[in-house]
């Protein structure tokens, strides 16, 4: 089945300061990338998604890139914010088979 | 109405008890999860229901019993838990057979099990 892996499981930045989390996937079929943002006690909530016939997706200030040969993909947030403050999980899975492996989640901790 | 509602948000059970979750959206989803999250640890997934048919089973002890009555409700029985079993159960929604795969979370119940 599909391995997710995801880094860091922690991240520190400075409010303003860019913040990157990376994952990586095993399973070359994955087509569908969404990333999914999860504030303490609350629901996960979709942030961004990339499939696989794309190689960068932006909006406003986040975005997702692919690479398809190496099997990675990143998040990226830009000009970051103390409510960007929570747990993002990187996410795969096949188009039409409704299974989502999650990556194992990074806390990012925005600091005014 | 873009919600998915969980209820109860809380609930203790002893290790004898039945209990059941609920789970209701009108969106429109054919497609509904269950889904299990321990404290600082990803979504597993544990159920999926397609036009209200079981489509996977991702191999959960049968002391739990999903049910789909119709396509807006998703129940999950719970019987004879074990404490190992408190966690966060979360019940999703996305459109099925198209290419619009974005969950859709409800808030989750929180469970504990003495």
């Known amino acids: 089945g599909e391995n997710v892996e995801q880094h860091p499981s922690t991240l520190s930045v400075q409010e303003g300061d860019s913040a990157v989390i990376k994952c990586t996937y095993s399973?070359?079929?994955?087509?569908?990338f969404p990333w999914y943002k999860q504030e303490l006690g609350k629901r996960p909530q979709l942030i961004i998604d990339?499939?696989?016939?794309?190689g960068e997706k932006k909006d406003q200030r986040i975005a997702v890139t692919l690479n398809k040969t190496a099997k990675h993909f990143s998040l990226h947030i830009t000009e970051t914010q103390p409510e960007d403050s929570a747990v993002y999980f990187c996410a795969a899975s096949i188009v039409g088979y409704q299974k989502v492996t999650f990556g194992t989640g990074t806390k990012l901790q925005v600091i005014p | 109405d873009t919600e998915v509602t969980q209820t109860p948000k809380h609930l203790v059970m002893g290790m004898t008890n039945k209990k059941s979750l609920k789970c209701e959206q009108h969106?429109?989803?054919?497609?509904m999860y269950w889904y299990k999250q321990k404290a600082k640890k990803p979504p597993e997934l544990m159920f999926v229901y397609s036009y209200e048919k079981l489509s996977i089973n991702e191999s959960v002890p049968s002391r739990f019993s999903p049910e789909c009555p119709n396509s807006s409700l998703l129940n999950l029985h719970l019987h004879a838990l074990q404490p190992e079993d408190s966690a966060l159960y979360l019940c999703?929604?996305?459109?099925?057979?198209?290419?619009?795969?974005?969950?859709?979370f409800g808030s989750g119940t929180q469970l504990s099990v003495l």
């Open positions: 990339i499939r696989s016939n794309v």
């Open positions: 999703a929604s996305s459109q099925a057979g198209t290419r619009n795969e974005k969950l859709f």
């Open positions: 969106m429109g989803h054919r497609a």
């Open positions: 399973d070359s079929a994955s087509n569908y």
